[in-house]
């Protein structure tokens, strides 16, 4: 698998990761549910990795994963080769200094009790860093670099004096100030405003090209990962479909998935010409969870037999591109988007 | 309050507290709580002065020469006197210090404690939580007075802070209960989460991140537990089992009581009694108008979309 | 006639550090089986427009000023009674974040049948059973799954449910607040699907609610965009996305990407909205506008007829077809 080019920086190997869901309402037996499925994939240094999929495919799990809110079941993964998987103790906090997260709600990720300054400067208190005026100034820097200025209009603030675009922003300072290796970023704006998250979005470019950011950006959008990402990994319930460079994935999509979360984009503009991909079933088809591709179930070129009874190889189309569908050659038809319709994010 | 262009740098509990405290202040029974402690606050801190004016007026050992029995009330004894000539009126206003003393010092102390075990038992979860709720259960289930009498009985007068320790000890696994149960919500919370990616071990999450956001609660319960540690000191003292070194209401009663003038004396039976029921009704009635302000229904809602 | 038309309305919210004047001078008109949407980001008012058509404003909300017909009567000036009949039964409103408000411990079905009962007493139990089937059919939600809790559901499946409940007492109008927020974009295609689909079929009026005016490119015949509490702009689809005149309408339109051609930098709008409490003299936007010149803060800015059916207020166009 070394087709690819650039360092790996952070690498999945057959990461799985089940839960058991509590069951119905009273009693009922608890059901095994797979978050992520052999998740193998490397992201590399530097670069803006998307990883796409609609809700519960899985996308927050594997960012929870790498940050070590959770632990992973099976499966090894890795920062700089060196096996992060169940780190503890000591080697956990340390780690834990070069990999931060920014949560999906900014409603929900600051402490109410606890003013702009505390928030931010929290990482850097409890990792030792600096002295009072040094913090301080650092906490200023990334306030300032995250556009919140002047910071000091900003740092005693508490969150309910704030507008969610702005909470975000303390939360990206927050996870930046301690000049983290690798960022996750939670779905950061699907709680904003449209024209916020274009704000937001900049902001990570930014980060990510003056500091050389490793971020690892989750959304269901394929707009704003196409927007932000370097490369992109499409998802579906725990199963890696598609992989490859933005563009690519995106304007020659192979997997069926893949064109059914572009289908699915809001746009407007010259958009007239633009075809469908029609490869998402209305309803849901009888498929079992453990043979067969995972996207059987809603998938309308699927061949009945083929793909119900076994799973399609994570096979590569072309260097850095590897779809996991039986028909990924047949998909001849590109996306034929004029570059004046524009897509909802 | 977004885009507001003048924003006071207020910390956010205090901007809460003033909120609550505007929605506390329009409920009657809040207004007349306060009200009545207010008068208890007073009478607790003038019970320094009669002594100032006469040391006849000493609640404990101040005695009138000129008088060797209970009598009614007069100009010189607002309220008469007791059975060895003892100003009551003095005595009184003695004993809302000691009630404010024994009522406030148990309930913080056990506010303390069942703020602290709370807290741990549901942030930490697992083997701790089990063990802590085990045995706030089984302390719960304890009958305080009887308890308190029995080590009375056994180690004969109990002094009064003896007394705040015992109740506040008694009194915490309610608290925990309700703090644990806030903590296993706030344990989801993500910026618990947040704290936790950046770092931060168990003690810090719980002392930073998790205590600000239950002290309103359990400064509401403390309201509640004040009453409770009243009635408990006054009825040990009217048992006969108080600190017979200070001078309580209960203590009141007992000497009422000891000395057979129950039902011959109401100018020094009732005084206490009242006193008693009123400041009880107070801190409840000022608890229940906080319920309200921390009610999450009247709550206004905190996230703006 | 159209069925809705409002007049200038205005609404305020009494708040600790004064009048909060969420919505000034709004008028727009509907016509029957159209649809309208509502574009401008969080804290515009949009939910307020919403709730004081339903006659749901919070207890601290005031219409100040203005009129709101529907079919002929101004539904502003009727009784708490009268309102009562009208809601639901002719105006029926998704609310913002509804479908987190399904009551946990009902099935879904039968909170949808309580709400017809509720409002139509010649209706029997049996009858409306059979009314919540044909409600769940029309949204998408298989029957097997209507005696379900809420919490069994996906969110898409709760988002439906809450369209069903909207749609079950058959109404002339409805208002759909932010009804695609947090759900994600397959779920949110099927769902603006949907709308557009019931909107044909039944011909129900919509106002369609957004921060996205990505979202109601869609849905809406026409589009009003809001900013600060004013309308700014409004005018049918077509109009407003293929020239759109208002500097923050541009604005909007320019923060979101395409899927081929270079990547360029989206343009976000810089800074946040105006207090309004003290709302600012002159236009609203233009301390965030980039074309803002010196008038702009003197006068505030009347509307421009572009053509029969896209008005804007900016005083640029005032400029240009004002007398010379
Ligand atoms: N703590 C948990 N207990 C049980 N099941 C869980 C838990 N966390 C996640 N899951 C399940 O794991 C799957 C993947 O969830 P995950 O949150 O990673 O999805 P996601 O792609 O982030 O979705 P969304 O876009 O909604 O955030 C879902 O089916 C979810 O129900
Ligand atoms: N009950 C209330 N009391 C005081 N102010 C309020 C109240 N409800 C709303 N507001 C304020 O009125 C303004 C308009 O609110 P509204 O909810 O209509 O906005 P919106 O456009 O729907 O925003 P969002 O996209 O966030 O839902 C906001 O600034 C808000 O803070
Ligand atoms: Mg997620
Ligand atoms: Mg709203």
């Not at chain 1, 860093?129 to 100034?137: M, N, W």
């Not at chain 3, 600790?16 to 727009?28: D, M, N």
């Not at chain 3, 505030?300 to 010379?324: M, N, Y």
Request: proline fraction near 5%.
């Amino acid at each position: 698998m070394k087709e690819e080019t650039g360092t790996s920086f952070l690498s999945f190997d057959g990461v799985s990761k089940f839960y058991l869901s509590r069951g119905r309402m009273l009693g009922g037996s608890g059901r095994q549910v797979v978050a992520l499925n052999r998740l193998t994939l490397d992201i590399r240094k530097g670069e803006i990795f998307g990883l796409v999929g609609e809700s519960g495919s899985g996308k927050t799990t594997a960012g929870r994963l790498i940050v070590r809110l959770e632990e992973a079941d099976r499966g090894i993964i890795s920062v700089e080769g060196q096996d992060v998987t169940h780190l503890k103790g000591k080697r956990l906090k340390d780690f834990r200094k070069r990999v931060q997260m920014i949560f999906q709600d900014p409603y929900q990720s600051l402490n109410p009790q606890l003013s702009v300054l505390d928030t931010v400067s929290e990482p850097l208190l409890i990792h030792r860093v600096g002295d009072r005026l040094s913090r301080a100034e650092m906490v200023m820097n990334a306030l300032q670099s995250v556009g919140l200025s002047p910071p000091g209009d900003f740092v005693h603030r508490f969150p309910h004096q704030m507008s969610g675009g702005q909470r975000q922003r303390v939360a990206i300072a927050r996870a930046m100030v301690l000049r983290p290796d690798f960022v996750v970023a939670d779905e950061p704006t699907s709680m904003l405003d449209a024209s916020i998250s274009a704000q937001i979005f900049n902001i990570l470019l930014e980060m990510q090209k003056s500091l050389g950011i490793t971020l690892l950006f989750i959304t269901h959008s394929l707009a704003a990962a196409r927007y932000l990402c370097d490369r992109i990994a499409v998802i579906y319930r725990g199963n890696l479909m598609e992989l490859g460079p933005a563009d690519d994935v995106i304007q020659r999509s192979r997997h069926p998935y893949t064109r059914a979360l572009i289908d699915a984009l809001p746009k407007f503009g010259q958009c007239g010409e633009t075809e469908r991909f029609n490869t998402f079933l209305k309803a849901e088809r009888e498929s079992s969870s453990t043979v067969g591709c995972a996207f059987f179930g809603r998938c309308s070129i699927a061949n009945r037999i083929l793909c119900s009874q076994e799973v399609p190889p994570f096979k590569t189309v072309s260097p850095g591109r590897r779809v996991a569908c039986f028909f990924a050659e047949e998909q001849g038809k590109n996306l034929t988007a004029s570059k004046t319709c524009h897509y909802g994010i | 309050m977004k885009g507001d262009k003048e924003i006071r740098h207020r910390p956010h509990w205090f901007e809460q507290f003033l909120e609550g405290w505007s929605v506390f202040w329009q409920n009657p029974l809040g207004k007349i709580g306060v009200t009545l402690l207010g008068i208890f606050a007073l009478m607790a801190f003038s019970s320094f002065i009669p002594p100032l004016v006469n040391p006849m007026y000493h609640p404990m050992t101040g005695v009138d020469p000129e008088i060797y029995s209970s009598v009614g009330p007069s100009a010189r004894h607002w309220l008469g006197t007791d059975f060895m000539g003892r100003d009551i009126f003095s005595q009184l206003l003695a004993g809302a210090r000691i009630a404010f003393m024994v009522g406030v010092s148990a309930a913080f102390m056990s506010i303390f404690l069942g703020t602290a075990f709370g807290m741990i038992a549901g942030y930490m979860g697992g083997f701790v939580d089990t063990l802590l709720m085990r045995l706030a259960d089984v302390i719960m289930v304890l009958p305080t007075l009887l308890v308190v009498l029995i080590l009375a009985s056994l180690f004969g007068q109990l002094n009064i802070w003896t007394i705040v320790l015992i109740i506040a000890l008694f009194r915490w696994p309610g608290v925990s209960r309700v703090i644990r149960s806030q903590a296993l919500t706030l344990k989801q919370r993500p910026f618990i989460e947040a704290a936790r990616v950046a770092g931060a071990s168990h003690i810090r999450i719980i002392f930073r991140h998790i205590m600000p956001n239950v002290l309103p609660l359990a400064f509401l319960y403390m309201t509640f537990r004040v009453t409770a540690a009243i009635i408990i000191e006054a009825a040990l003292a009217f048992l006969g089992f108080g600190d017979p070194g200070t001078v309580s209401w209960g203590m009141m009663l007992q000497w009422v009581w000891k000395t057979g003038h129950m039902f011959k004396a109401l100018y020094w039976l009732l005084p206490p009694g009242i006193c008693i029921s009123l400041i009880t009704l107070s801190f409840y009635m000022i608890g229940r108008a906080m319920d309200e302000v921390l009610d999450p229904r009247l709550r206004r809602e905190e996230t703006a979309r | 006639m159209a069925l809705l038309e409002v007049e200038d309305l205005s609404i305020g919210y009494r708040t600790r550090l004064g009048l909060h004047r969420a919505v000034e001078g709004v008028s727009f008109s509907l016509e029957e089986g159209k649809s309208l949407g509502f574009v401008g980001e969080s804290g515009c008012g949009k939910t307020t427009v919403g709730m004081s058509l339903m006659g749901l404003l919070p207890r601290n909300g005031e219409v100040l000023r203005g009129r709101v017909l529907f079919e002929g009567r101004d539904i502003l000036s009727i009784s708490e009674e009268e309102l009562r009949l009208l809601r639901w039964k002719k105006i029926s409103m998704i609310f913002q974040a509804a479908m987190n408000a399904l009551n946990p411990v009902k099935k879904v079905a039968d909170q949808i049948s309580e709400a017809i009962l509720a409002h139509s007493s010649s209706v029997s139990k049996a009858e409306a059973s059979r009314q919540v089937e044909g409600l769940f059919q029309l949204v998408g939600v298989p029957k097997e799954r209507m005696r379900d809790y809420p919490h069994q559901y996906s969110g898409g499946m709760k988002q439906r449910a809450v369209i069903a409940m909207a749609l079950a007492c058959k109404p002339r109008l409805i208002i759909a607040d932010e009804p695609t927020t947090a759900l994600d974009v397959i779920v949110q295609a099927q769902i603006l699907e949907e709308t557009r689909l019931l909107q044909e079929q039944l011909g129900i009026s919509i106002i369609f609610i957004s921060h996205d005016i990505s979202i109601v490119a869609d849905v809406c015949h026409d589009i009003g965009i809001m900013y600060a509490g004013e309308l700014v702009e409004y005018g049918s689809r077509e109009e407003v996305f293929d020239s759109p005149a208002h500097p923050y309408t541009r604005a909007l339109l320019s923060s979101f990407p395409t899927l081929t051609g270079n990547r360029e930098m989206l343009k976000p709008i810089p800074g946040e909205p105006p207090n309004l409490v003290d709302p600012p003299k002159g236009c609203r936007f233009r301390e965030r506008c980039q074309e803002a010149s010196h008038e702009c803060s003197l006068i505030s800015p009347a509307w421009t007829e572009l053509f029969p059916r896209h008005k804007v207020r900016c005083i640029r166009f005032e400029r240009k077809k004002g007398p010379q």
